[in-house]
C-alpha cells in the first residue's frame, strides 16, 4: 500500500484507525468526528476540526476542483494496477515534483 500525507477523515471509528496505517511518518489525520488524540508517542499527528460533511459541500467543492478554483500540486497521476510504481517514488525514485495520485476506476 502507498503512503499518504493527509487522511482526512469524516466515518471515524475502526475507519479512524485503520487510516492511520496508510498515513507517512509525520503525516496527519486530520478528523471531523473524533475529537481523542492518539497517544503522544505516535509518529502520526492528529486534528479534530468541527464540520457539517454534506454531499451538498462535498459537490461544492468536487466544482472548485472541475473549475481549477482548487489546484492541488499534482506530479504525477498513475492507474491503480502502477501501485507499485508509486510506491518507489514515494521511496526516492525519480518522478516529477508534486504529489503522486493514484487513478481508481469509477465503473
Known amino acids: 500500500m502507498s503512503l499518504v500525507d493527509v487522511v482526512i477523515d469524516t466515518v471515524g ?3 479512524r484507525d485503520r487510516s492511520l496505517h496508510a498515513l507517512i511518518v509525520g503525516g496527519i489525520l486530520v478528523s471531523a468526528v473524533s475529537p481523542t488524540p492518539l497517544p503522544s508517542n505516535s509518529n ?7 464540520v457539517e460533511v454534506t454531499t451538498d459541500r462535498l459537490n461544492t467543492i468536487s466544482k ?9 500540486q499534482v506530479g504525477t497521476v498513475l492507474p491503480i494496477s502502477q501501485v507499485r510504481t508509486a510506491h518507489e517514488m514515494l521511496a526516492g525514485k525519480p518522478h516529477r515534483r508534486g504529489k503522486t495520485v493514484l ?5
Open 44 to 50: 502520526v499527528r492528529t486534528v479534530f476540526f468541527y
Open 64 to 72: 472548485l476542483f472541475d473549475s481549477k478554483k482548487l489546484l492541488p
Open 103 to 107: 487513478q481508481v476506476p469509477t465503473s
Open 13 to 15: 471509528g475502526n475507519t
